[in-house]
């Protein structure tokens, strides 16, 4: 569990900056302004004092690496139980999404996203769509190091079950 803690924590972050660079290039695109619900979701949480005319960068920041970097762990688990590529990661981008959702609406900062602008929701489940894959493909490449995950040597031992999502190496008793 140590080596899926720190390697989720490298994979989250991997995730946010490839996301925040998508984000950026995104918004000089489309004049598209930084979104502040980070900083306000961690000031409910928290109970810090909000300033709405005043955004706070720093807890905009702290809110949005955090949150990416501690969900990497999550990935990273999931990548040593065996749960690798892209199925994976479509599964996380669905828990990314989910986890921005229960925070923003128990705070009361956001709304549920059929009430969104088409738009809008479309920007969002792109960025973190993109995150959730880049995540996964460092979780993934980071787990593979320390072989198959318990899932697919069970895969390797069923018959009819695929082989190719994930070969275990020559030396691995199930290949015997």
Request: aromatic share 4%.
């Amino acid at each position: 569990m140590k080596r899926a803690l720190w390697q989720g924590l490298v994979a989250g972050a991997a995730g946010v900056v490839v996301m925040t660079l998508g984000e950026k290039v995104e918004q000089r695109l489309t004049g598209r302004p930084d979104s502040h619900v980070p900083a306000r979701v961690l000031q409910r949480l928290t109970g810090m004092r909000e300033r709405p005319r005043r955004q706070p960068v720093p807890v905009n920041w702290a809110m949005h690496v955090g949150q990416g970097v501690l969900l990497g762990v999550l990935r990273s688990v999931m990548a040593h139980a065996g749960l690798r590529g892209p199925w994976s990661s479509a599964k996380f981008a669905v828990v990314r999404l989910t986890n921005d959702q229960i925070l923003e609406n128990a705070t009361g900062v956001g709304a549920p996203p059929p009430s969104w602008p088409r738009q809008e929701l479309v920007v969002d489940l792109v960025h973190k769509t993109v995150y959730a894959f880049a995540t996964g493909i460092v979780a993934d490449v980071l787990a593979a190091r320390s072989g198959p995950g318990p899932g697919q040597s069970h895969a390797s031992m069923r018959p009819g079950r695929r082989s190719d999502v994930d070969p275990l190496p020559r030396d691995h008793a199930y290949s015997r």
